[in-house]
């Protein structure tokens, strides 16, 4: 009997949850409901999320950039410790050092960024798609404003705010540059240098065109001869002697690149290398070293500061650095170069509640300048991140101050040929080349593309680059 009704029961239940849950559905089906059940289910999770967040004991810590120093900070930080948010322009970290690759397709786009939301954080909303427009410190609140829709703003309160906004390129005041001049310090910017070339490469080929609007079209200015210019010019040799002969055989004779310097190429090595640099640059027949300054930049050309007029189809300009526009609204103190002054610790000098800290391009440490690289920003950002981490257990006076070991510069020149200048060893050539890559690709950021690119640098060695429009 008993187990007869228990089989009563399960019938009865079998029967009637179908119908329930159907009837529910059809109920969450009508437009009004739907709406209603959804917000209250929102305002349930985020009222969970956020007493967890108030009950955890954890400090909110805002980081400004996904860049060397942000993106250090980000991933060395103790999460158990805060609340890590971030807000960016860009949501990826981009490894700089390959970046001039990208422009005549040795690697891909994709081979040298990594998703920051791949790093994990607590909440799908602790990063932001936006950019910082200004800082009251007073209140520790940051305004921000999305990248998407820039008519939205809000804002961000925070507990620890680390600065590491970078810098942009210096235009030193220079007619024409900002209108007529391609940067190389983001993706984008070597995306527009790739279609670029590839688009003077294909007019050139036009009916009707004389010789001399072909060769205006297939000459390539760079200017500034650091690390960024010379490796740039580096790919371009790489790339017509490689693929342009093949792909554009006439028109291989036609290229030509200059590159400008008002000094010395890879002025921050040692004079020997300097010389095998430029050396290796005066005797190729298609490249050419003027040094020279630019006074101004036209729609089809480059002035130099004697007289001398060079009809290009392509300008890259690579010289100095700028504080960007929010560095420059924040009433801090700073150095004659506009960066955030510091003090050894990282903190910024004008807040006086030691709750904000600057790391990178945009800053720099009073009485203790480094040079504006990604080895300086990478170790700073790990440093801050222990010290943060530091911060519960002992005053600030107590953590030891950050201090900088060089550990050398590297760059390319072409024809698998560079220059290495570390405290250990100076050379140069084909052994330089390897060490160049082997470093290069050991701190790629995660094993993604740490495969990825010696699979482009594979394609490239069999197949040739990849000289797709789009």
Same mark, same amino acid.
């Given at each position: 009997?008993?187990?007869?009704?228990?089989?009563?029961?399960?019938? &009865?239940?079998?029967?009637f949850?179908?119908?329930f849950?159907?009837?529910i559905?059809r109920?969450?089906?009508?437009?009004?409901?739907?709406?209603?059940?959804?917000?209250?289910?929102?305002?349930?999770?985020?009222?969970?999320?956020?007493?967890? %967040?108030a009950?955890?004991?954890?400090?909110?810590l805002?980081?400004l950039?996904?860049?060397w120093g942000?993106?250090s900070?980000? @991933?060395?930080?103790?999460?158990?410790?805060?609340?890590?948010v971030?807000?960016?322009?860009r949501?990826?970290?981009?490894?700089?050092?390959?970046l001039?690759?990208?422009? %005549?397709g040795?690697?891909?786009?994709?081979?040298?960024?990594?998703?920051?939301?791949?790093?994990?954080?607590?909440q799908?909303d602790?990063?932001?798609?936006?950019?910082?427009?200004?800082?009251?410190?007073d209140?520790?609140?940051?305004?921000?404003?999305?990248?998407?829709?820039?008519?939205?703003?809000?804002?961000?309160?925070?507990?620890?705010l680390?600065?590491?906004?970078?810098?942009?390129?210096n235009?030193f005041?220079v007619?024409?540059v900002?209108?007529?001049?391609?940067?190389?310090?983001?993706?984008?910017?070597?995306?527009?240098?790739?279609?670029? &070339?590839?688009?003077?490469?294909?007019?050139?080929?036009?009916?009707?065109?004389?010789?001399?609007?072909?060769r205006?079209?297939?000459?390539i200015?760079?200017?500034?001869?650091?690390?960024?210019?010379?490796?740039?010019?580096?790919?371009l040799?790489?790339?017509?002697?490689?693929?342009?002969?093949?792909?554009? @055989?006439?028109?291989?004779?036609?290229?030509?690149?200059?590159?400008?310097?008002?000094?010395?190429?890879?002025?921050?090595?040692?004079?020997?290398?300097?010389?095998?640099?430029?050396?290796?640059?005066?005797?190729?027949?298609?490249?050419?070293?003027?040094q020279?300054?630019?006074?101004?930049?036209?729609?089809?050309?480059v002035?130099?500061?004697?007289?001398?007029?060079?009809?290009?189809?392509?300008?890259?300009?690579?010289?100095?650095?700028?504080?960007r526009?929010?560095?420059?609204s924040?009433?801090?103190d700073?150095?004659?170069?506009?960066?955030?002054?510091?003090?050894?610790?990282?903190r910024? @000098?004008?807040? @006086?509640?030691?709750? %904000?800290?600057?790391?990178?391009?945009c800053?720099?440490?009073?009485?203790?300048s480094?040079?504006?690289?990604?080895?300086?920003?990478?170790?700073?950002?790990?440093?801050?991140?222990?010290c943060?981490?530091?911060?519960?257990t002992?005053?600030i006076?107590?953590?030891e101050?950050?201090?900088?070991?060089?550990?050398?510069m590297?760059?390319?020149?072409g024809?698998?040929?560079?220059?290495?200048?570390?405290?250990?060893?100076?050379?140069?050539?084909?052994?330089?080349?390897?060490?160049?890559?082997?470093?290069?690709?050991t701190?790629l950021?995660?094993?993604r593309?740490?495969?990825?690119?010696?699979?482009?640098?594979?394609?490239?060695?069999?197949?040739?680059?990849?000289?797709?429009?789009?």
């Amino acid at each position: 009997m008993a187990s007869q009704l228990r089989r009563h029961v399960i019938y &009865i239940c079998q029967d009637f949850v179908p119908k329930f849950h159907l009837h529910i559905h059809r109920l969450e089906s009508t437009p009004k409901l739907s709406s209603i059940l959804t917000t209250k289910r929102h305002f349930a999770s985020t009222k969970s999320a956020t007493k967890d %967040v108030a009950s955890s004991g954890r400090q909110k810590l805002v980081i400004l950039g996904t860049g060397w120093g942000s993106y250090s900070v980000l @991933k060395t930080i103790n999460k158990s410790l805060f609340d890590v948010v971030v807000v960016s322009p860009r949501n990826h970290f981009l490894f700089t050092p390959l970046l001039a690759s990208t422009t %005549v397709g040795t690697l891909e786009f994709r081979s040298i960024i990594e998703p920051v939301r791949n790093v994990g954080f607590r909440q799908s909303d602790h990063f932001h798609l936006s950019q910082a427009v200004s800082l009251d410190m007073d209140r520790k609140v940051l305004k921000c404003q999305s990248v998407i829709d820039e008519k939205m703003t809000y804002d961000i309160s925070y507990d620890k705010l680390v600065i590491g906004v970078g810098s942009m390129s210096n235009t030193f005041g220079v007619p024409g540059v900002g209108k007529h001049t391609f940067f190389l310090k983001e993706i984008s910017d070597a995306r527009s240098i790739r279609n670029r &070339i590839l688009n003077n490469f294909e007019m050139a080929l036009h009916p009707g065109l004389s010789e001399e609007e072909k060769r205006r079209l297939l000459h390539i200015v760079i200017v500034g001869g650091g690390p960024t210019g010379v490796e740039f010019g580096a790919e371009l040799y790489d790339f017509v002697t490689q693929d342009v002969s093949r792909l554009y @055989k006439k028109e291989q004779a036609l290229v030509q690149v200059s590159l400008i310097e008002g000094k010395k190429i890879l002025a921050s090595f040692t004079e020997r290398l300097q010389k095998y640099a430029e050396k290796k640059i005066r005797s190729r027949s298609q490249m050419k070293l003027i040094q020279a300054n630019v006074t101004e930049v036209q729609d089809d050309r480059v002035i130099l500061h004697d007289g001398t007029v060079l009809p290009c189809g392509l300008v890259v300009w690579s010289t100095g650095l700028a504080p960007r526009p929010f560095v420059k609204s924040l009433n801090v103190d700073k150095n004659k170069q506009g960066q955030i002054l510091t003090d050894k610790h990282l903190r910024v @000098k004008s807040d @006086k509640n030691s709750s %904000v800290f600057a790391v990178g391009d945009c800053a720099d440490i009073e009485g203790y300048s480094l040079p504006c690289t990604a080895q300086v920003a990478e170790r700073e950002g790990r440093y801050l991140a222990k010290c943060l981490a530091s911060l519960g257990t002992k005053p600030i006076t107590e953590i030891e101050p950050f201090k900088h070991q060089n550990m050398g510069m590297l760059a390319y020149v072409g024809d698998y040929k560079g220059v290495t200048d570390t405290p250990a060893v100076k050379a140069q050539g084909f052994h330089s080349w390897i060490v160049w890559r082997s470093a290069y690709l050991t701190r790629l950021g995660s094993w993604r593309l740490r495969m990825q690119v010696p699979i482009d640098w594979t394609k490239t060695i069999l197949f040739g680059r990849d000289i797709s429009r789009f």
